[in-house]
């Protein structure tokens, strides 16, 4: 499956933005779904991520409370709704996916096979 992420964007403290994530492929449902982040400088982290049934989701600590992850399985397309966006935020954010079982979220050191190609987010203080 090929991911393209998209709807990253410049925005000021406290703003918002939502991140979409479309697959090309119509078996997107049969893939967990995560998004990670990267600052410049600094290693690739786990920002989220989704099972398969849409039921069950994982935040990292820093973004719990405020981003919120989703997906539509019949549009093949997954989203990060960013809220109360802080400076700390800034970054390219990549989507991703892994084969799981259906209700199975993946897991932020799981291997995954595909990437999309990252959108840059730019949170201004």
């Known amino acids: 499956v090929q991911l393209q992420a998209s709807g990253g964007g410049l925005v000021q403290a406290g703003g918002s933005l939502r991140l979409s994530c479309a697959a090309s492929?119509?078996?997107?449902?049969?893939?967990?779904m995560a998004w990670f982040r990267q600052a410049p400088g600094n290693e690739r982290e786990f920002v989220a991520a989704?099972?398969?049934?849409?039921?069950?989701?994982e935040y990292s600590d820093s973004v719990k409370g405020r981003f919120t992850i989703s997906r539509d399985n019949p549009n093949n397309t997954g989203y990060l709704q960013m809220n109360n966006l802080k400076p700390e935020d800034t970054g390219v954010y990549y989507c991703?996916?892994?084969?799981?079982?259906?209700?199975?979220?993946?897991?932020?050191?799981?291997?995954?096979?595909?990437w999309g190609q990252g959108t840059q987010v730019t949170v201004s203080s």
């Open positions: 989704i099972s398969r049934s849409a039921e069950f989701t």
């Open positions: 492929s119509r078996a997107y449902s049969a893939y967990g």
């Open positions: 991703a996916a892994k084969f799981t079982g259906w209700t199975i979220v993946p897991r932020r050191n799981d291997p995954y096979g595909y």
